[in-house]
């Protein structure tokens, strides 16, 4: 009998109820019944390969990943080495690169993530670090991503803000060039720094103003409500960018910060912030201003109890423009293809709406009408 590979995958997927049911029976007794099982396993088997398949091609835009959270744990061995720094000690303790960084909430995860910063100290380096993430994003049919850096985790070490943004640019410039892959850069400030810091960078970040499309709001939420950044936000309206925020996943205060977000601030996007769910009012909002989700499953699993797939489904069947990215896809252990199949797998969405979901990703992505209109039609043309 050929089994599904990931067993464990089919019995949290609805989908496959009667297959469930099927399988609980005593199949000893029961040739027939047996042999009902193998066909209903066979099946099930190629239908999940190919809804892998239909989603590995189908051309996507990826909206939600940190380029930091790009780097698998042989390329960060690799600069270490070439900058003649330590290993970092998450690394360091891998017996082997191909294991992953371990962690298992988002305190752990910030406390390996950021220490592992620190083989990133040249503009070579980021360069590396952003074109393995943009061959990686090309060999998974992303055609446009939208990647957020974190100057304050570099500047803060010594590492200047245009060695920073000049290797992420020539990485674009290059993947545009020889991959074809369109990308931007979104420029993120850390909420667990005070706002001064903050508009220092914003005003470091001005002379290379034309290579960035928009801000955002990221790190340890707690305690760190958008509304302490709205001065910098509205002067980086004022400036011509872009505005999204993080509001995390069920964090303390998650309505009031999505509410700063969306009325305080007037961001044009939210990262997460599935916990709208839980207010009606802000729901029709979104829906009525057309503002985005961008929401990340295999992340959501890994730093709380539940990945959200219900919330996330209930969103976008009620006409939120959600969609699905990585987060951090090297410590997540997921690039964009994993995670849509995470929802898939264990939130029983169908193919009709892994199209929506990548309909709403290019049409609320930062790219000018004539781009958007070429994805979109390379979509519908899927
Ligand atoms: C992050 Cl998962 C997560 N949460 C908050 N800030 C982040 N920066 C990178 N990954
Ligand atoms: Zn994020």
Not at 117 to 125: F, I, K, N
Request: include cysteine; proline fraction near 3%; glycine fraction near 4%.
């Amino acid at each position: 009998m050929r089994m599904y590979k990931n067993s464990a995958k089919i019995d949290t997927c609805f989908q496959q109820d009667a297959l469930r049911r099927c399988i609980s029976l005593r199949t000893e007794d029961s040739p027939s019944l047996f042999k009902l099982q193998s066909l209903l396993e066979d099946n099930l088997a190629d239908k999940m390969h190919a809804m892998e398949e239909y989603i590995a091609t189908m051309p996507k835009a990826e909206l939600h990943v940190h380029i930091e959270g790009t780097i698998e744990p042989a390329l960060a061995q690799q600069l270490a080495i070439r900058n003649n720094v330590p290993i970092p000690s998450s690394i360091a303790s891998l017996a082997d690169t191909s294991n992953g960084y371990s962690f298992h909430d988002l305190t752990s995860f910030l406390a390996v993530y950021y220490p592992n910063m620190a083989v990133l100290l040249t503009s070579q380096d980021f360069f590396d670090l952003a074109y393995a993430y943009l061959t990686k994003a090309h060999s998974q049919n992303v055609v446009h991503t939208e990647m957020f850096f974190d100057p304050q985790a570099h500047t803060s070490r010594g590492v200047s803000f245009s060695s920073v943004v000049t290797g992420l640019r020539e990485a674009i410039v290059k993947a545009e060039r020889e991959l074809g892959v369109s990308a931007s850069l979104i420029m993120c400030f850390l909420r667990d720094m005070d706002a001064q810091s903050a508009m220092d960078t914003l005003i470091e970040a001005l002379p290379h103003k034309d290579w960035i499309v928009g801000v955002g709001l990221d790190s340890d939420e707690r305690d760190n409500p958008p509304s302490k950044f709205s001065d910098v936000f509205a002067r980086a309206k004022q400036e011509g960018w872009l505005v999204t925020c993080h509001c995390d996943i069920d964090q303390k205060n998650s309505i009031e910060h999505i509410r700063q977000a969306l009325e305080d601030i007037g961001v044009d996007r939210i990262d997460h912030g599935t916990n709208i769910v839980e207010d009606e009012r802000l729901v029709q909002m979104v829906k009525e201003k057309g503002l985005g989700l961008t929401c990340c499953p295999v992340s959501n699993s890994v730093v709380t109890r539940d990945f959200k797939g219900k919330e996330i489904v209930q969103l976008l069947r009620s006409g939120v423009k959600v969609t699905i990215s990585s987060d951090d896809p090297a410590y997540f252990r997921g690039y964009v293809n994993e995670n849509l199949m995470k929802m898939v797998n264990d939130a029983n969405i169908s193919k009709e709406e892994l199209l929506t979901l990548q309909r709403n990703a290019f049409e609320i992505s930062w790219i000018s009408e004539g781009k958007k209109e070429y994805f979109l039609r390379l979509l519908e043309k899927y």
